[in-house]
């Protein structure tokens, strides 16, 4: 099946700093997904992008298919961004949707 | 309402026990999903009910008996669990049964099999 990594697996910021999560897949995927979920377990689904860049707030995202990574960009980050960072994917004929493996933030005040 | 809401938060039972948990959304979607997620480790899907129909069941025992009474409303029954069972046990549900759609995440319920 596909392989999902991300990196870092852990990440230590001071409030403020901003960064770079990234997410590689190992084969052609027809959608990507980032999420947050934060330290009590609720997930929110922060961008949908297949590919392309999108920009909410303080975070971004792009996606190079043709590549086979994603990227989040977390900018003059918060204690409130401190959580789990999951990129999934899914593919054509695959009823599931894959889960990476995850970056662990958190931000110091 | 962009809201699902889980019930209960917290479980503890023994291995001998029965317990349902629950899971609802009034945002008119039509898919719904139950997902494990050990600690450390990413959510891993279990179940996917579209249009009130078990649609998806990723070969999860049969110890785990999911039921779908109507299109707000998803239970996941348990009997007979193994401490391996404990986890983070979160619902789910998105427009329709695509993979596009995005999924909004209830908050999950932490189970404890003892």
């Known amino acids: 099946g596909i392989q999902v990594e991300q990196s870092p697996p852990d990440l230590i910021l001071q409030e403020g700093a901003n960064s770079t999560l990234r997410c590689n897949f190992s084969d052609s995927v027809n959608n990507l997904q980032w999420f947050h979920q934060n330290p009590w377990g609720q997930l929110i689904n922060l961008f949908y992008i297949p590919s392309g860049t999108k920009q909410n707030g303080r975070l971004s995202a792009t996606t190079v298919a043709t590549e086979r990574y994603s990227l989040l960009y977390i900018s003059s980050s918060q204690t409130t961004d401190s959580g789990v960072y999951f990129c999934?994917?899914?593919?054509?004929?695959?009823?599931?949707?894959?889960f990476g493996t995850g970056t662990r933030l958190t931000v110091i005040p | 309402d962009t809201e699902v809401t889980q019930t209960p938060k917290h479980l503890v039972m023994g291995m001998t026990n029965k317990k349902s948990l629950k899971c609802e959304q009034h945002?008119?979607?039509?898919?719904m999903y139950w997902y494990k997620q050990k600690a450390k480790k990413p959510p891993e899907l279990m179940f996917v009910y579209s249009y009130e129909k078990l649609s998806i069941n990723e070969s999860v025992p049969s110890r785990f008996s999911p039921e779908c009474p109507n299109s707000s409303l998803l239970n996941l029954h348990l009997h007979a669990l193994q401490p391996e069972d404990s986890a983070l046990y979160l619902c789910?549900?998105?427009?329709?049964?695509?993979?596009?759609?995005?999924?909004?995440f209830g908050p999950g319920t932490r189970l404890t099999v003892l």
């Open positions: 945002m008119g979607h039509r898919a």
């Open positions: 999934a994917v899914d593919q054509t004929g695959a009823n599931n949707l894959f």
């Open positions: 789910a549900s998105s427009q329709a049964g695509q993979w596009r759609d995005t999924q909004y």
